[in-house]
């Protein structure tokens, strides 16, 4: 299994990114995929997860109203669309997923697989 993100850069304060993760070797819809973030000096927390169909999505309260997860599963891709970035956004971003019936979509160490994370920088 592979989950490759992209889209990471550098924006100022009140811009938007558009996280992408393409994954490979797993039926992509039997997973919830999840979007999770580490900090410099921080653990890693969760930002974002959507069901296997895309009819549910959950938001960490620091992200909702401003972040937007979305997939495609003719494509096995799930993106993060973020807007109204702020300085205290930035961090490594990275993709996970994880099998149906186990384990909560908000713990990291209940996801089975993940990607190598891309850098996200916001600044003032």
């Known amino acids: 299994v592979q989950l490759q993100a992209s889209g990471g850069g550098l924006v100022q304060a009140g811009g938007s990114l558009r996280l992408s993760c393409a994954a490979s070797?797993?039926?992509?819809?039997?997973?919830?995929m999840g979007w999770f973030r580490r900090a410099p000096g921080k653990e890693r927390e969760f930002v974002a997860a959507i069901t296997g169909g895309g009819g549910s999505t959950y938001y960490a309260d620091s992200v909702r109203g401003r972040f937007t997860i979305s997939r495609d599963n003719a494509k096995n891709t799930v993106s993060l669309q973020m807007n109204s970035l702020k300085p205290e956004d930035t961090a490594v971003y990275y993709c996970a997923a994880k099998r149906y019936g186990r384990g909560s979509i908000y713990r990291p160490d209940d996801y089975d697989y993940w990607g190598q994370g891309t850098q996200v920088t916001v600044s003032s």
């Open positions: 070797g797993l039926t992509f819809s039997n997973y919830y």
